[in-house]
């Protein structure tokens, strides 16, 4: 089993919906992410979280909202969805504690259309 | 993150060794150098990271020049399942409250050919 798990893998909405894309970890870590990578783009960061009650925003939070519901749980809204939201979407978790740097660990993604 | 740059794409024939080049020129002296790869549209898998030392695991070894402003991923002996995107990130100084992120530039595509 994956250590970082997205839901859904993938997924289809039509403008205007509220689109949510969830992401649970066993690793134990502190420190949760959501990416989104367009082609030829990257990987550009939109929250992340230091810890149950600590959001951040990222590079491109704009049209975007996150839940952190547990230490292991991380949830990122599309309140209304728009076409150029259409991206693959990566959580992401690490632990600075476990020693030198900040090791980020990658979900297999979710790939999100809106039409 | 400091500003990392590698070429855009690079070829390798398997069974040889890969040897990515990326510059930091502007990386401080408590970020890590990292390095991920991204095959096709899978999550970025970490490969390595180091500071000042060379490293090596079983995946890949890291030579970091001694001014610190330019690094060399290497893999040994590359095979077709090493075809993908590698990106060398400069960053992530752990500092408490303070960095805490990792920037991902477009990376190098690496191609190893049969």
């Known amino acids: 089993d994956a250590d970082v798990t997205q839901t859904p893998r993938n997924r289809i909405t039509k403008t205007g919906k509220r689109i949510m894309l969830e992401c649970s970890q066993t690793k134990g870590h502190d420190r949760m992410y959501w990416y989104r990578q367009d082609p030829g783009l990257g990987l550009r960061l939109i929250y992340y979280s230091f810890d149950v009650k600590d959001i951040n925003k990222g590079e491109i939070s704009d049209g975007y909202s996150v839940s952190r519901q547990a230490q292991a749980k991380f949830s990122l809204s599309l309140e209304s969805a728009i076409p150029n939201q259409t991206a693959l979407y990566f959580c992401?978790?690490?632990?600075?504690?476990?020693?030198?740097?900040?090791?980020?660990?990658f979900g297999e993604g979710s790939w999100l259309t809106v039409v | 993150d400091a500003k990392t740059t590698q070429p855009p794409s690079m070829d390798c024939a398997e069974g040889r060794a890969a040897n990515l080049p990326c510059n930091h020129s502007?990386?401080?002296?408590?970020?890590?150098v990292y390095w991920y790869r991204q095959i096709h549209s899978q999550g970025p898998q970490y490969i390595i990271h180091?500071?000042?030392n060379n490293e090596t695991n079983e995946m890949a070894s890291l030579i970091i020049t001694e001014d610190r402003k330019s690094s060399t991923l290497i893999l040994p002996h590359a095979t077709l399942r090493d075809t993908a995107v590698y990106y060398c990130?400069?960053?992530?100084?752990?500092?408490?409250?303070?960095?805490?992120?990792?920037?991902f530039g477009k990376g190098t595509k690496l191609s190893v050919i049969p």
């Open positions: 502007t990386i401080s002296g408590n970020e890590y």
């Open positions: 180091g500071l000042k």
């Open positions: 992401a978790t690490s632990d600075p504690g476990q020693g030198a740097g900040n090791t980020i660990y």
């Open positions: 990130i400069a960053g992530g100084a752990y500092s408490g409250a303070g960095s805490y992120q990792l920037t």
